[in-house]
């Protein structure tokens, strides 16, 4: 099963920015949180990840609190084209194995 | 700038039928995926491959088979399809960091291989 909780939905105007939430109250020291989304009947496309720290890269930052138990993922200008599923995974960085997606949140940018 | 691609596309096919499912990536990953997934549910794994010569069962390996022999080639075989394997598959790839550490390094994924079984 899936160790995070996303909103189902999400609607954004363009142009504004983006906040995905996600929770992961049960998250341990050694695991990532990672980012991925999926554009209708693509694969998976990898956004960002992080351990402690918010990372940000070209398309996205990601905030962590401090006690590590959410995060937000942060679009900072959303376009149409980021309409899709968004996956927020928590995952041992020293273990084998899948990464785990749960229902993700649908975010729809409306023009 | 190729990355991870799935080969065929789509396909159908009858029960009992066998084929295989080709990815290939061309970012040197030591670590490559197969992956399914089914309508309103997340993605599943199938098999994995830490390496050329090696492949290890993910969470639903029954009725699939694996070979990794070039390290840029991951195949997936299905013996006799059924209609329960009807699915996306999508293949994925991984940078290694060594020694075993490296999978927290972020998987590329292909665009899927949708397969049906009649």
């Known amino acids: 099963d899936a160790k995070t909780t996303q909103p189902p939905s999400m609607d954004c105007a363009e142009g504004r920015a983006a906040n995905l939430p996600c929770n992961h109250s049960?998250?341990?020291?050694?695991?990532?949180v990672y980012w991925y989304r999926q554009i209708h009947s693509q694969g998976p496309q990898y956004i960002i990840h992080g351990l402690k720290n918010n990372e940000t890269n070209e398309m996205a930052s990601l905030i962590i609190t401090e006690d590590r138990k959410s995060s937000t993922l942060i679009l900072p200008h959303a376009t149409l084209r980021d309409t899709a599923v968004y996956y927020c995974i928590v995952r041992d960085g020293g273990s084998q194995g899948n990464l785990i997606f749960g229902k993700g949140t649908k975010l729809s940018v409306k023009p | 700038n190729a990355g991870v691609t799935q080969t065929p596309k789509f396909r159908v096919l009858k029960t009992g039928q066998s084929m295989t499912l080709l990815c290939a990536q061309d970012?040197?990953?030591?670590?490559m995926y197969w992956y399914r997934q089914d309508p309103g549910m997340g993605l599943r794994l199938i098999h994995y491959?830490?390496?050329?010569?090696?492949?290890a069962k993910g969470e639903v390996p029954d009725g699939y088979n694996v070979s990794r022999l070039k390290k840029q080639n991951f195949l997936l075989g299905l013996e006799s399809a059924a209609p329960s394997q009807t699915s996306v598959y999508f293949c994925a790839s991984s940078y290694s960091m060594g020694s075993g550490r490296g999978f927290n390094q972020p998987q590329h994924f292909g665009d899927g291989t949708r397969l049906s079984i009649l």
């Open positions: 049960t998250i341990s020291g050694n695991e990532y």
């Open positions: 491959s830490v390496g050329e010569g090696t492949t």
């Open positions: 970012m040197n990953h030591e670590y």
